[in-house]
């Protein structure tokens, strides 16, 4: 395939790939960046919230250059009932401005985008080619085989970030098949819709933009959301819930998605809509529990491949692209001593670890499984807060006295007060 020995391959050219690629191209270091896809973007599917401060490291104003939709003005917070909903959120017009807070992006422009920037910086980018096993030689991965023909390559590391299933990952052994309760599948629509239109229901103005998640009965109570994310002409609508979620239930994804576009507090956002682009896909929400080992001798795991998503905070992007800098500032400092030892290559771990995405991910880490285990959270109280809401702001005679009491009664309607305080608690000690 390419005759020179590497020193680094990348496997993947996603967020995490690509700034590994981008931070040892620019180091000066030869890097070969492989994706399996037409094109970067072409595979990969998100929501679309792009975070600025870890590309912002990467790339300092990218956003006068990346092709992002709009940058994000607006975050709403819905807790869903059947015919109702409980909104919290913030709009702030200091996040209309540079440097902004995030941006929706759709992946297919970004993506590409991103990965034009690592070749620029000298890394070769080989589309259309899948890395079919690592090479290993002495218990040390020295290079990949891919489906091209003579379609071995050879370099002092592999970075693995061939996304959440990482199959190169697991054929090495760092991960086993990954658990219902560790993934959430996700099923979206990109709907095509007019900007004036955007901005009228969503109350914003040109290149401003609104993100909403939804919980509760978007997902039928399981554990979950759905999202609503404006785009320059188009919304992104989609709905995810764990695996073991839908195990369980049995809910069918695309009915779910189904469901969440016909809710009558969603259907006017999405109203003449026209969809124009369908995906499902896993996303790893083990969290801190499910990180698996993160480097070996002569090769390294970022990104969705080592479980890197604040699911709490539906941040992944922005973990990938701060596991691959990190990944590659490693393998800079390996190539001066000439060591890819996994002793060496380790210090991406600790670094990582103490990073915003290591630290993040310990402050959730007992999270998702506290709301898979108790799902009163989901499918009790959010209803409840809903009903109170209703009986609250409800004018109808009744002094705001009895009001109060009767909305605090409602709350303890469905479990009594003991075990309400025992939930809140509960929550409190994961979430603090
Ligand atoms: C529905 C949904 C909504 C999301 N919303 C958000 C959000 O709003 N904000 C956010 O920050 N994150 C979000 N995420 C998470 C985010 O998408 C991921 O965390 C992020 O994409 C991880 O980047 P990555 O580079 O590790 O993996 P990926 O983006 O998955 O990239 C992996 C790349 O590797 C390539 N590849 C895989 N195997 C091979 C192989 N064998 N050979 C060659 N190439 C290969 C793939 O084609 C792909 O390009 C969302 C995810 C989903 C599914």
């Excluded at 920037?117 to 040390?140: H, M, P, S, W």
């Excluded at 919980?215 to 320059?232: M, S």
């Excluded at 998503?309 to 393998?331: D, F, K, L, P, W």
């Amino acid at each position: 395939m390419v005759n020179e020995k590497f020193d680094v391959i990348v496997v993947g050219a996603g967020p995490a790939g690509t700034s590994c690629a981008l931070t040892a191209a620019r180091a000066g270091l030869r890097v070969l960046l492989i994706e399996r896809g037409e094109y970067p973007g072409s595979k990969n599917v998100m929501g679309g919230v792009l975070y600025r401060k870890q590309l912002e490291e990467l790339i300092p104003e990218f956003w006068k250059e990346a092709p992002y939709e709009r940058p994000v003005v607006e975050q709403r917070f819905w807790m869903l009932g059947e015919d109702s909903l409980f909104n919290v959120g913030y709009k702030g017009m200091e996040w209309a401005k540079e440097p902004y807070n995030n941006f929706t992006i759709l992946r297919a422009k970004f993506d590409q985008w991103f990965a034009s920037k690592a070749v620029e910086a000298g890394a070769l980018l080989i589309n259309e080619t899948v890395v079919l096993e690592c090479i290993v030689e002495d218990n040390r991965v020295v290079g990949v085989r891919t489906d091209r023909p003579d379609g071995e390559v050879y370099a002092d590391v592999v970075v693995l970030c061939d996304g959440v299933n990482s199959l190169l990952g697991k054929s090495l052994g760092f991960h086993k098949e990954r658990k219902p309760e560790e993934v959430a599948l996700a099923v979206m629509e990109v709907m095509d819709l007019p900007a004036a239109k955007i901005e009228e229901r969503f109350n914003l103005e040109r290149n401003q933009g609104c993100t909403i998640e939804i919980f509760g009965d978007a997902t039928k109570g399981l554990l979950g959301t759905a999202f609503l994310y404006t785009n320059k002409d188009s919304i992104n609508i989609g709905v995810g819930t764990t695996l073991s979620s839908m195990i369980k239930s049995r809910p069918r994804p695309y009915d779910l998605l189904e469901y969440v576009k016909n809710h009558t507090m969603i259907k006017p956002y999405i109203k003449d809509a026209k969809m124009s682009e369908y995906a499902a896909h896993l996303i790893p929400e083990g969290g801190y529990h499910s990180i698996p080992r993160m480097v070996g001798n002569g090769v390294m795991l970022c990104g969705d491949a080592a479980q890197l998503v604040n699911a709490i905070h539906r941040e992944g992007s922005n973990m990938a692209m701060t596991s691959g800098r990190i990944a590659a500032e490693t393998i800079v400092l390996a190539k001066q001593v000439n060591d890819f030892s996994e002793n060496m290559l380790d210090r991406y771990r600790t670094e990582l670890m103490k990073s915003f995405v290591g630290q993040d991910l310990k402050k959730y880490k007992d999270a998702t499984h506290t709301f898979e285990n108790y799902p009163q959270y989901f499918n009790e109280y959010i209803p409840l807060v809903n009903k109170a809401a209703s009986e609250f702001f409800t004018v109808d005679g009744t002094s705001k006295w009895e009001k109060q009491k009767k909305m605090m009664s409602t709350m303890f309607e469905g479990r009594g007060k003991l075990k309400t305080f025992q939930d809140l608690y509960r929550a409190w000690k994961v979430m603090k």
